[in-house]
């Protein structure tokens, strides 16, 4: 029998990304709970690639198989493996109530109803960029967070891509920051904020069509106290999405929020990307909300790489896409990094795979 290690290296060698010990533990515990592919990335945090990487070498070495419905199962050497090891099921003390944000979205039931109301006709997410929305309960209890910890009230606010998720429509809503500019690629999406903007009065939001892989030009830097973004999961669309929101605040003490993912990226990115934050733009992290974002599986699914992987070709039927809530403060020598991203990889690499 081979050791976790040994599995470990063999799933690194099968999917090509980076993947240890702590991994194939992971999906052995997540396995002890649900035999749901999707429920089991969700469980254990683990980029589609990994998992499924991880799943096919378990299953060469005769410790799961796959039931007739397209479970993932425990075979009797599996069963004596996790006993023999102590790996216990995966457990959740989640509050469900706010579903674990901490923040309910609830807590400020006009807004969320109004927001409900006016985006019933609101654009479908598309493969293009990379979209997929997070639930209008996600939204909601963003903003709630950006109101709880001080950094709505009468701000300069920018909210820069990923606009499918309409944060910075729901910021505008609130009536409450002192000015809200929204910066997306997609049209679709300008379009649909600026109508709403126009229909309701609220002349202190905005609009417009901006491909962050270009610099700002120079009146876009130093300009706000807060930024909200959600982007790729890629180095190169973290600096354009999260290097160019940072470059937008106006000093020390100004504010970042965004989503960073374990499905379409590794730990070993997450530090990658956490060694930016803090060594090259010089800013410190004060929160880190796990699986705060709950994303709508997208219609384009079936299509991703994500669905070509997996071990089973039954669809997700629960929300298995999630990430964690980010809040960054901007300390004195702050960097405001605004270069040309010349890089192709920008939507997609080897970690991610739901584009
Ligand atoms: N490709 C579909 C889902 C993409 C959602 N983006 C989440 C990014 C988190 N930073």
Known sequence: MKTLVELANR???????????????AVLSAVQKSGDFWEIIDMS????????GIVKVLIEEGILFIDDEENLRLTQKGFDLVRELGIEPFTDYTCKACEG????????????????QLTKDRPKAIRDYDQGSVTPETTIARVLFIDSRGDLRNKDIIVLGAEDDLTGLA???????????????????????????????IDNAEARV?????????EMLGKFDVFVSDPPETLPAFRAFIGRGIATLREEGGVG????????????????????????FGVAITD?????????????HKETKAAELAPVKKDPKTIWYKSAWYRVEVLPGFKRWNEVISDNVFYLDEEGSTT
Do not use: C, M
């Open 257 to 280: 929020y965004f989503g960073l993912t374990l499905r379409d990226s590794s730990v070993f990115r997450w530090r990658d990307f956490q060694i930016a934050l803090t060594s090259e």
């Open 171 to 201: 910021i505008a809503l609130t009536r409450k920051a002192r000015s809200v500019l929204v910066i997306d690629i997609d049209k679709r999406l300008i379009d649909f904020d600026n109508r709403i903007f126009k229909e309701l009065g």
């Open 210 to 218: 901006w491909d962050l892989r270009n610099p700002f030009p120079q």
């Open 45 to 52: 945090d683990l980029p589609v690639p990994a998992a499924s």
């Open 11 to 25: 799933a690194r060698e099968l999917s090509g990304v980076r993947i240890y010990k702590r991994n194939v533990e």
């Open 101 to 116: 944000r901490g923040i309910p979205f609830y807590a400020d039931i006009e807004l969320y109803r109004e927001f409900i």
């Open 288 to 300: 880190i909300v796990q699986d705060f974002n709950h994303y709508i599986t997208w219609d384009y």
